[in-house]
């Protein structure tokens, strides 16, 4: 025996919202992409100073005057990863006002 209520299969959910839902989701993936990407240059400009920095404190390494240093290095490429992930965020909140001005009802 088969319960059936009224024979009609059940009811799928709306094609706009799952292609609002995609886009949002979307957008998040973006930004955690971007995120990963900025804490990954912040990691290395910490690694790359203190590793030198120990290099130094140890006297394996020569201490020479370079146009960029490692310290200087490693602060650029901290300073790059902040500044994107600033971007990143600035990025994101436009598009998810430009999603919500379209759509109210995305989430």
């Avoid at 404190?57 to 600033?86: D, P």
Wanted: charged share 15%; proline share 4%.
């Amino acid at each position: 025996m088969h319960d059936q209520t009224d024979g009609k299969p059940a009811a799928a959910p709306d094609q706009m919202m799952l292609a609002i839902e995609r886009t949002y989701l979307a957008h998040e993936r973006t930004l955690m992409a971007w995120t990963r990407t900025s804490t990954s240059l912040i990691t290395f400009g910490f690694t790359l100073f203190k590793f030198f920095e120990f290099l130094q404190a140890s006297g394996q390494a020569v201490h020479r005057q370079h146009l960029l240093g490692a310290r200087t290095f490693g602060l650029i490429m901290i300073g790059i990863g902040v500044s994107t992930l600033v971007v990143a965020c600035f990025q994101h909140r436009a598009q998810m006002r430009r999603l919500n001005a379209y759509y109210p009802e995305a989430p």
